[in-house]
């Protein structure tokens, strides 16, 4: 194979005068086809050839030259010259955008230079770096042209537009011609037509305000183009992407004499221009609406269901103390606070498992010290929002500066987990509830017949045959004792099984939707936005309606005053210094949990453009808090993997396949805080359907949902996958990054290390002994220096700069 590639710079259109006039020129008089149907290289020149030369007399000639220029001259399926975007991939080398191509050559007969531009109707495969190609690009200048307006130079100027993965976004956009117009151009060309390069015999038509509209797209995105790269990067607010934690620390005058509250102080400056956009940018944009909506009621439904679960957990850890009601006001309350005051609107508050089992380890050590509950729970939550509050003011977020992807991820898994342990747990206690009752293996029976006196069996009258009578004693005796056995229900067990899963089945079916090649894309998208309301709202009504007659199990309901301000009863000294030493606890697992979920909602991956607020984030979080906890309300912080999975639900995506592996790169995501403000409002409105029909939903629906949300949080962790790869054939393993850099062996050590400090994680979340608990957050901290000291003496830097890149 003989090739050469040339790393070619983009167009400066704020300096090159030649780039703005080329769009100028070029767009107003480009050859411009919208969703042709055409999917084979040959197929795809020959219409585009044939409408560029269309009243050329010299046409015939000039379309010869045409492919004998553009094709290799030892394969006609082969582009001779192409400009094609690159990106730089996670461990330092480069991809291929695989989504638009462009194709020039220099003709001696031409006059004048050409362009054209097509919009496939469905992703071609036009060759090994050209898998998934959407827009095509011809251009066509004359032999002797000069330097300024070679081929070279005109491809440049449309490559740098489509090169910018949100304007390919906003040109898919552009509404697609009718279908009556695009019907002429189904049927193939035969042979002939492709060898003489004729003009087809009926080409596309397209619509004319679309092609008006996809025009002015390009000539807008051109300006935009122009006035970013006038002004250095870091001053650019449209264009920037979201940075680390840490990053913007530098961007603060070394001048400033006082540093406490420096962060903060940061992150109101940077995000407080952006506070109104929050809110328009989630009513204006394409597809804006229908994103908001399908988000909110995601949100809705990944929120409140959770709450039911842990407010049933609580009822029971706390003999009602804490139970569902409570815990559907704290997150109402929390969720508006924070989407209306937070920093970074993106994030979730929840009650989590954690908290969950924290609050358990506070009721059984109030229990054995016959504390007042409230009281003792009033000052841990106080102490602990004094302790975020000093963290956010000196800035304690720079120590998560230390925090790589593998801690990130190392966490999220065992979110995941937890989910899965928390939703297990309870399908075996129902299990064991119904199912291996007593009353279903006839233990009962057999108890109350041993109780039975022989004498009743074995009296008869004299008349009588003794062994009848024995045999009519014993089966009055029997049906006597199974009329008083409780009854056995093990079709609950069964039923109970059969909506978990199936729960968990049509909610993946349904985020896997546009995988599949049912329906077209638009539907196929929004069947994946619902996936998880749709799934919730069929097998509730397949459980509490189909199958009515079978006995399930409804989550507890106090009827109670929610809101009640703590009296502090009974304060000593020794609770006040021991509420200290918890609520400190308490913070650090606030302060981890917080800053990994705002890392991964800020990570690069997902393009935000309005800046972090990890210290103004953790100051709400802290306000909030120290509210609840007066009132006696569950506590709440950012949550995996709600949060992630709220970015992902607002984003646009696009798909590259590589080597058949089909993956997904976000294009934009609406910044905004409508979706968490609207799911919060209707989960307060929820209250008012309490018991019913809320009662309605099964538990099993519930942890169903539980197992949903951790299998889509496995999308996208990297240790997931490299878990994965550990039972993969070799052949079979995907061409990224870490596998082309890394060798095997290495990357296979890593993932054990990883797995070595997920198994210690979980070893102490999930302990028996509830005080063993209490050192889960400082087990997190500890996988810090782990990571910087002790691990690169197993495996290179370079190696780990390749599995284990910061954000």
């Given at each position: 194979m003989y090739a050469q590639h040339e790393r070619i710079p983009m167009k400066d259109f704020s300096a090159e005068v030649r780039a703005s006039l080329d769009v100028g020129n070029f767009v107003n008089r480009a050859i411009l086809l919208l969703d042709i149907n055409?999917?084979?290289?040959?197929?795809?020149?020959?219409?585009?050839?044939?409408?560029?030369?269309?009243?050329?007399?010299?046409?015939?000639?000039?379309?010869?030259?045409?492919?004998?220029?553009?094709?290799?001259?030892?394969?006609?399926?082969?582009?001779?010259?192409?400009?094609?975007?690159?990106?730089?991939?996670?461990?330092?080398?480069?991809?291929?955008?695989?989504?638009?191509?462009?194709?020039?050559?220099?003709?001696?007969?031409?006059?004048?230079?050409?362009?054209?531009?097509?919009?496939?109707?469905?992703?071609?495969?036009?060759?090994?770096?050209?898998?998934?190609?959407?827009?095509?690009?011809?251009?066509?200048?004359?032999?002797?042209?000069?330097?300024?307006?070679?081929?070279?130079?005109?491809?440049?100027?449309?490559?740098?537009?489509?090169?910018?993965?949100?304007?390919?976004?906003?040109?898919?956009?552009?509404?697609?011609?009718?279908?009556?117009?695009?019907?002429?151009?189904?049927?193939?060309?035969?042979?002939?037509?492709?060898?003489?390069?004729?003009?087809?015999?009926?080409?596309?038509?397209?619509?004319?305000?679309?092609?008006?509209?996809?025009?002015?797209?390009?000539?807008?995105?051109?300006?935009?183009?122009?006035?970013?790269?006038?002004?250095?990067?870091?001053?650019?607010?449209?264009?920037?992407?979201?940075?680390?934690?840490?990053?913007?620390?530098?961007?603060?005058?070394?001048?400033?004499?006082?540093?406490?509250?420096?962060?903060?102080?940061?992150?109101?400056?940077?995000?407080?221009?952006?506070?109104?956009?929050?809110?328009?940018?989630?009513?204006?944009?394409?597809?804006?609406?229908?994103?908001?909506?399908?988000?909110?009621?995601?949100?809705?439904?990944?929120?409140?269901?959770?709450?039911?679960?842990?407010?049933?957990?609580?009822?029971?850890?706390?003999?009602?103390?804490?139970?569902?009601?409570?815990?559907?006001?704290?997150?109402?309350?929390?969720?508006?606070?924070?989407?209306?005051?937070?920093?970074?609107p993106l994030i979730i508050m929840l009650t989590t498992a954690p908290l969950a089992l924290y609050i358990k380890i506070l009721y059984t050590i109030c229990e054995d010290l016959d504390l007042h509950f409230y009281s003792m729970y009033a000052l841990v939550g106080v102490w602990n929002s004094l302790f975020l509050i000093i963290y956010s003011f000196t800035d304690a977020s720079k120590l998560m500066k230390w925090s790589t992807r593998s801690t990130e991820e190392i966490f999220s898994l065992f979110v995941s987990i937890a989910f899965c342990v928390d939703a297990f747990k309870d399908l075996a206690a129902e299990f064991e509830k119904h199912y291996l009752a007593s009353e279903c293996t006839g233990a009962t029976a057999v108890a109350l017949l041993s109780t039975t006196t022989?004498?009743?069996?074995?009296?008869?009258?004299?008349?009588?045959?003794?062994?009848?009578?024995?045999?009519?004693?014993?089966?009055?005796?029997?049906?006597?004792?199974?009329?008083?056995?409780?009854?056995?229900?093990?079709?609950?067990?069964?039923?109970?099984?059969?909506?978990?899963?199936?729960?968990?089945?049509?909610?993946?079916?349904?985020?896997?939707?546009?995988?599949?090649?049912?329906?077209?894309?638009?539907?196929?998208?929004?069947?994946?936005?619902?996936?998880?309301?749709?799934?919730?709202?069929?097998?509730?009504?397949?459980?509490?309606?189909?199958?009515?007659?079978?006995?399930?199990?409804?989550?507890?309901?106090?009827?109670?005053?929610?809101?009640?301000?703590?009296?502090?009863?009974?304060?000593?000294?020794?609770?006040?210094?021991?509420?200290?030493?918890?609520?400190?606890?308490?913070?650090?697992?606030?302060?981890?949990?917080?800053?990994?979920?705002?890392?991964?909602?800020n990570n690069p991956a997902n393009k935000l453009k309005k800046g972090t607020a990890y210290h103004l984030d953790l100051f709400v979080v802290a306000i909030m808090n120290c509210f609840v906890s007066i009132f006696g309300l569950p506590w709440v912080h950012a949550a995996l993997p709600h949060s992630p999975l709220h970015v992902r639900a607002l984003a646009d995506v696009e798909e590259r396949v590589d080597q058949g592996h089909v993956y997904h790169i976000v294009v934009r995501v609406r910044e905004t805080r409508l979706t968490t403000l609207f799911s919060h409002i209707m989960i307060g409105l929820s209250i008012m359907m309490l018991p019913t029909p809320l009662q309605y939903i099964p538990k099993a629906v519930l942890y169903g949902l539980f197992l949903y949300i951790a299998y889509t949080a496995l999308d996208g962790n990297q240790l997931f996958e490299r878990i994965v790869l550990l039972i993969t054939e070799q052949a079979a393993y995907p061409p990224n990054h870490y596998v082309r850099r890394v060798p095997q062996r290495k990357m296979h050590l890593f993932t054990a290390v990883q797995l070595l400090q997920l198994g210690i994680l979980c070893g102490f979340g999930f302990s028996p002994w509830p005080y063993l608990k209490m050192v889960f957050p400082l087990l997190i901290l500890t996988f810090l220096p782990i990571r910087h000291k002790l691990v690169p003496f197993l495996i290179d830097l370079k190696f780990l700069d390749a599995l284990d890149r910061s954000h």
């Open positions: 055409q999917t084979s290289l040959e197929s795809i020149v020959t219409l585009l050839l044939a409408k560029m030369l269309a009243g050329d007399e010299r046409s015939d000639m000039i379309m010869k030259e045409g492919r004998a220029a553009l094709m290799t001259h030892d394969s006609v399926h082969v582009l001779a010259k192409t400009v094609q975007g690159t990106s730089t991939s996670e461990g330092g080398g480069f991809d291929y955008d695989q989504s638009w191509i462009c194709a020039l050559c220099s003709l001696p007969s031409l006059q004048r230079r050409k362009v054209a531009i097509a919009r496939l109707k469905h992703p071609a495969n036009l060759g090994r770096t050209s898998q998934e190609i959407r827009f095509f690009i011809l251009v066509l200048a004359p032999m002797r042209e000069k330097g300024t307006k070679n081929a070279l130079e005109t491809a440049r100027t449309f490559a740098t537009l489509l090169a910018d993965i949100e304007c390919r976004q906003k040109l898919l956009e552009v509404r697609s011609a009718p279908e009556e117009c695009m019907s002429s151009t189904s049927s193939r060309m035969d042979t002939k037509q492709t060898d003489s390069l004729s003009v087809p015999e009926s080409a596309p038509e397209t619509d004319v305000e679309a092609e008006e509209e996809f025009k002015q797209m390009l000539h807008q995105h051109a300006k935009d183009l122009a006035i970013q790269q006038s002004y250095p990067p870091r001053h650019s607010r449209t264009s920037r992407p979201s940075v680390g934690p840490f990053d913007n620390f530098n961007e603060q005058g070394s001048s400033q004499k006082c540093c406490i509250g420096r962060g903060l102080r940061s992150d109101l400056k940077r995000r407080l221009p952006h506070y109104w956009s929050d809110f328009r940018d989630g009513v204006i944009g394409h597809k804006t609406l229908q994103k908001v909506i399908s988000t909110t009621l995601f949100l809705y439904f990944a929120c409140i269901l959770p709450s039911i679960a842990f407010g049933v957990l609580n009822d029971k850890n706390t003999h009602g103390l804490i139970d569902v009601k409570k815990v559907i006001i704290s997150q109402t309350i929390c969720g508006i606070f924070f989407s209306l005051f937070g920093g970074q022989p004498s009743s069996l074995l009296y008869n009258d004299s008349n009588t045959d003794p062994t009848t009578t024995l045999l009519s004693n014993i089966s009055t005796q029997l049906s006597t004792t199974l009329a008083s056995t409780p009854e056995c229900h093990r079709d609950s067990s069964i039923l109970y099984l059969l909506l978990m899963l199936g729960t968990l089945w049509l909610g993946v079916t349904l985020y896997n939707f546009t995988k599949s090649p049912f329906l077209d894309a638009s539907k196929r998208e929004a069947l994946a936005d619902y996936a998880l309301p749709v799934a919730v709202l069929i097998m509730s009504f397949v459980g509490s309606y189909v199958f009515r007659s079978t006995e399930a199990d409804l989550f507890s309901y106090n009827d109670g005053e929610a809101l009640k301000v703590t009296k502090f009863e009974g304060i000593t000294i020794g609770m006040v210094a021991g509420s200290m030493g918890l609520g400190f606890c308490l913070s650090l697992l606030f302060f981890m949990d917080q800053n990994i979920s705002s890392a991964l909602v």
